[in-house]
């Protein structure tokens, strides 16, 4: 009788952490970049109470008799689905269209990764402006140097084309490539653009960005990166959330149901506990 009791906590248990979760989707419905989260369960050990079981004639049955011990969280999987692009006014914002990350640098000088692409310019060391996310960690090119506008250039001078090419108009509405330097030689400068063999194996380091793990693999950069389909970037886009409000409905409803029944299950052996207590000789 006891089995049923933790075995039915044990579900209950796994349901407020898929609650958990779907609140937390739910919460960032609107949060630039955000792909939602989905929580998998795994069934715990099985007890053998009988490992050959006959039936009345003594002839073998071809199953054992087991029972299971409940359930828990085996895995909660980022789904990197393609949110939905929403144009905006502000040139300075990028969207990708695939599979592709934008690289920043965080506060320790690690290199990160993010799907959010709502940037802004801000003063860079050395002169001129940089390109940098909300936070103010500076974005990345094809080489893990930092973005830089020229100085004498404006926000609404800075231009990214399809490929992440970066440009500056100039005066007479030309556009000039933005350059910088690698291993004592000039390049021109894109926007870096990473793709993972496992998405799913990053860890959320949260503010909307990731780090690599061993299960994600070595960041491929697109432009380096034979056999990769590239990414698109959209200037003045933003990629939303790929949250659905329905059906992250349905799932909590799914949810407070199965948390309901194993509550049922609870007060069930409970009360046949409690009829065997009062059993008299």
């Not at 739910?26 to 039936?55: A, C, I, P």
């Amino acid at each position: 009788m006891m089995r049923s009791l933790w075995s039915a906590a044990s579900g209950m248990v796994a349901q407020q952490t898929n609650l958990d979760n779907i609140s937390n989707n739910l919460s960032n419905v609107n949060t630039t970049g955000y792909k939602k989260d989905t929580v998998e369960f795994k069934s715990l050990l099985y007890q053998t109470l009988q490992s050959t079981s006959t039936n009345s004639a003594g002839e073998n049955k071809p199953v054992p008799a087991q029972v299971g011990l409940g359930t828990r969280t085996g895995s909660i999987t980022t789904v990197f689905t393609q949110g939905n692009l929403q144009e905006t006014t502000n040139t300075n914002y990028l969207a990708i269209e695939g599979d592709g990350f934008f690289k920043v640098k965080d506060a320790d000088g690690n290199i990160c990764y993010t799907r959010d692409g709502s940037f802004t310019l801000q003063p860079a060391e050395g002169g001129g402006t940089m390109l940098c996310t909300s936070e103010g960690y500076p974005v990345l090119d094809q080489h893990d140097n930092i973005i830089k506008v020229p100085d004498g250039y404006k926000s609404g001078q800075f231009v990214a084309d399809r490929e992440g090419n970066l440009f500056v108009t100039t005066t007479d509405d030309r556009n000039v490539a933005m350059t910088a330097q690698w291993n004592g030689q000039e390049y021109n400068q894109k926007i870096g653009l990473v793709q993972f063999n496992n998405p799913s194996g990053l860890n959320n380091a949260g503010n909307n960005l990731y780090t690599a793990t061993v299960a994600s693999g070595d960041p491929l950069e697109e432009s380096e990166t034979e056999g990769l389909k590239t990414s698109l970037v959209h200037q003045g886009y933003l990629e939303m959330s790929n949250v659905q409000v329905a059906d992250e409905m349905v799932n909590m409803i799914v949810a407070q149901r199965a948390y309901e029944m194993n509550s049922k299950a609870i007060q069930a052996s409970d009360e046949m506990l409690q009829q065997a207590n009062n059993l008299r000789s």
